[in-house]
């Protein structure tokens, strides 16, 4: 039996070589600025994307929702994809943290044109909220892993600040981005306001997102992440697997996107998948014809050991990871050219 979970690059565990690091990082009180070995990742990551500071938090939820409140008012609008994390996946937090309404663009595979900011930028006029925020997300996780390139980030910045709005970036895997396109973090880092690095996908960490920006907005991030109750005392630990995950496991990203177009070519053959979003990354998502067939081929992977998300009623996804093998690769083939 080899058993294989493809629902998300989150169940991935620590490297033997990943808790040695851990176990062996210097600790300290984060809540007084003490913890050296956050203090490494912060500034080590924040140097990576030519960012003047960063912040260690417990999850990408609380970067993004941190980033969002810092960057707007009560009473602001956000501009995101309609499937953007921010919006369908972190519970209403906007709108409760920020007491932001949203403009909610169709995108395409996740990813918003220019256009999509242009139309929804609203008048001046006191019946409409002020728009105050842009929001992208790299890779689109509801566009099936698509990637926005630095060239295309660079034109939203512009059009953002000709229009002095603010740019987050949700890039809980910016590093899949930047491997597939062969660009360095530093190309990005220079058009947000703000981006969101999640250790704990791609990067094989147990824990942890950073937020990076301006020292002043970190600052006051700070002050924010303490009220969300995520202020951590001897967060080293963890920190020490981010700074493990940064040397070790950014160009290795490649294998897995090798792996998930392997995947998609597979079930490009089964006659009940009606279509598959073009795999740029980590991710393939697959429509089915109908609810039924999508739950007849769920049951056959669960009942072979083999796991997968299931995203709508007719929708699947699968997410390659450090802990997905070509082993698990071979059986995984096998059992789709299996089915019947
Ligand atoms: C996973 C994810 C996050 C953050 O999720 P947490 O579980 O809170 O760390 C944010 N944005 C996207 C696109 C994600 O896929």
């Not at 099936?144 to 034109?155: K, L, N, P």
């Amino acid at each position: 039996m080899i058993p294989i979970d493809l629902r998300s690059d989150t169940v991935t565990q620590p490297t033997p070589e990943m808790r040695e690091a851990m176990f062996a990082a210097p600790l300290g009180d984060d809540v007084y600025g003490e913890d050296e070995t956050v203090n490494a990742l912060q500034t080590k990551i924040a140097e990576m994307f030519g960012k003047e500071a960063a912040l260690f938090c417990p999850s990408g939820t609380m970067t993004n929702q941190i980033a969002i409140k810092v960057l707007t008012q009560p009473l602001d609008e956000v501009i995101c994809y309609k499937g953007a994390h921010i919006y369908k996946y972190e519970g209403g937090g906007m709108f409760f943290n920020s007491q932001v309404s949203v403009k909610l663009p169709e995108g395409n595979r996740g990813r918003l044109a220019l256009d999509d900011i242009l139309k929804n930028i609203n008048l001046e006029d006191v019946h409409f909220p002020k728009t105050r925020l842009v929001a992208l997300e790299n890779t689109a996780n509801r566009g099936g892993g698509a990637t926005y390139t630095a060239a295309q980030v660079e034109a939203i910045a512009r059009v953002c600040q000709q229009n002095k709005l603010g740019l987050h970036l949700d890039g809980a895997r910016i590093f899949n981005a930047l491997v597939a396109n062969e660009e360095h973090p530093f190309e990005h880092g220079q058009y947000f306001d703000t981006i969101s690095v999640c250790l704990s996908k791609g990067l094989g960490c147990p824990v942890g997102s950073v937020l990076l920006g301006s020292q002043e907005i970190i600052q006051q991030a700070k002050r924010i992440r303490k009220v969300l109750g995520g202020g951590m005392r001897q967060a080293g630990f963890l920190a020490a697997a981010g700074i493990y995950a940064l040397d070790n496991h950014i160009y290795r990203l490649a294998e897995d996107h090798q792996r998930a177009k392997i995947i998609m070519e597979e079930l490009i053959h089964l006659n009940f998948i009606e279509s598959i979003m073009p795999v740029e990354t980590n991710i393939v998502l697959a429509n089915t014809r109908s609810s039924e067939d999508l739950l007849r081929f769920y049951h056959y992977l669960r009942d072979n050991h083999v796991k997968i998300g299931l995203t709508e009623a007719t929708q699947f996804r699968m997410v390659t990871h450090l802990d997905f093998d070509n082993r698990q690769l071979n059986r995984l083939v096998e059992l789709i050219r299996d089915y019947e």
